[in-house]
């Protein structure tokens, strides 16, 4: 039986930081082992916000870097560029044809980053999760593991898949396969270092709401010195009234390596002078084979596009067969080579 597949990507806008980290790539390491592995870099998308041409390519080979630093690994998964595969564009416009307005207008990321713009919103703004449902249904795969904040755009992609199916497939054939969300609990959602209240992101105009995956040592350690803390001693887990610490204390968890019970009874009586270099600690030591690895890849340009070659390759002749069987359920004429 052929492996079940994966599917999923990240924006290259700016350096990719915690959140992206332990939301989502940290968890495609652990499934690629089992799983036929997909991971783009959303390019397309990142131009849905106002960008700088000077810096999109690079930030985008920067991410590819960061996926292999993280522990990605070429030969079992592919990684490729979003725009260097066609098909992502066309199915999107396809898809838009059949997608009402008001499914779109309901979107959280579209309201929360549009009311940012004013009147600047852009059309791509507004038909990104359209997009992205391309980006997922061009390769069939049985589950896209992200982070929380996605949640809605899945349930968008299977919807438009469904309404595809049912307008121009039939039940005994379908033409689109409707692919689960895999949202892991641990890192789902880590949150703001100045709000435990809103998610870490890279939108965020203060440097000090988050940790880059790039950041040095010292930064590191003066973000998490300086981070939003209270003034309660004794550290906790699932305090609604204390969503710094859960988030904290979460954070801690994971690059410790230790259970949620063995942080919990070691911090119990700790105050925030004391847990605060630890964390900080922690966390260096975990970015630190990744910073490492980071740099070696940068050094070695030829490899890393020779990389995304032999990917935009395989990834081009599974998204192609997937928008050619889209184009006959729709009736359009077979091209004619
Ligand atoms: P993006 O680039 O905003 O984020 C990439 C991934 O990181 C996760 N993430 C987080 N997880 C936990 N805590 C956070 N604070 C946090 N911030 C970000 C996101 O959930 C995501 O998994 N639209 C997507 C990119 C995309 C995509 C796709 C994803 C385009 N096409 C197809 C999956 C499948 C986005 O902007 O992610």
């Known amino acids: 039986m052929a492996a079940k597949r994966i599917l999923s990507g990240i924006q290259p806008t700016g350096t990719l930081h915690l959140g992206n980290y332990l939301g989502a790539i940290r968890n495609w390491v652990d499934l690629q082992q089992d ?33 292999i630093a993280c522990g990605i690994d070429p030969e079992r998964s592919t990684i ?8 992502h564009a066309e199915l999107a416009w396809l898809l838009n044809c ?9 979107m ?28 997922i249904l061009l390769y069939e795969p049985d589950f896209v593991p992200v982070g929380e904040d996605q949640k809605q755009h899945l349930e968008l992609t299977r919807d438009i898949a469904s309404r595809l199916n049912f307008q121009f497939g039939s039940e005994k054939k379908p033409v689109l396969k409707v692919p689960e969300p895999m949202i892991k609990a641990a890192g789902a959602r880590v949150m703001s270092l100045t709000d435990g209240t809103k998610k870490m992101s890279k939108s965020d105009p203060s440097e000090f709401s988050r940790i880059d995956l790039l950041d040095p040592p010292e930064v590191i350690t003066k973000k998490i010195k300086r981070c939003k803390s209270d003034p309660i001693k004794g550290l906790a887990f699932d305090d609604p009234e204390r969503p710094e610490c859960n988030n904290l204390l979460g954070l801690y968890q994971i690059f410790s390596g230790q259970t949620k019970d063995a942080v919990a009874a070691e911090c119990a009586d700790m105050g925030w002078g004391q847990f605060k270099p630890r964390l900080a600690e922690a966390t260096v030591e975990a970015l630190r084979p990744i910073q490492t690895k980071y740099h070696e890849i940068m050094a070695d340009p030829a490899t890393l596009t020779g990389v995304l070659l032999q990917g935009e390759q395989r990834a081009a002749a599974v998204a192609n067969a997937t928008l050619t069987r889209v184009k006959d359920a729709l009736g359009y004429a077979p091209a004619f080579h």
Do not use: C
């Open 98 to 106: 059949i997608t009402p307005l008001n499914w779109l207008e309901r």
């Open 35 to 67: 799983y036929d592995s997909y991971l783009f870099m959303a390019d397309l998308h990142a131009i849905t916000v106002p960008h700088d041409p000077k810096t999109l390519a690079t930030s985008t080979l920067q991410v590819a870097a960061t996926y």
């Open 108 to 135: 959280i990321q579209f309201k929360e980053k549009g009311i940012k713009q004013g009147e600047n919103v852009s059309i791509g703004l507004l038909d990104y999760p359209v997009l992205q449902a391309a980006d």
């Open 80 to 87: 490729f560029v979003q725009s260097h595969v066609s098909a």
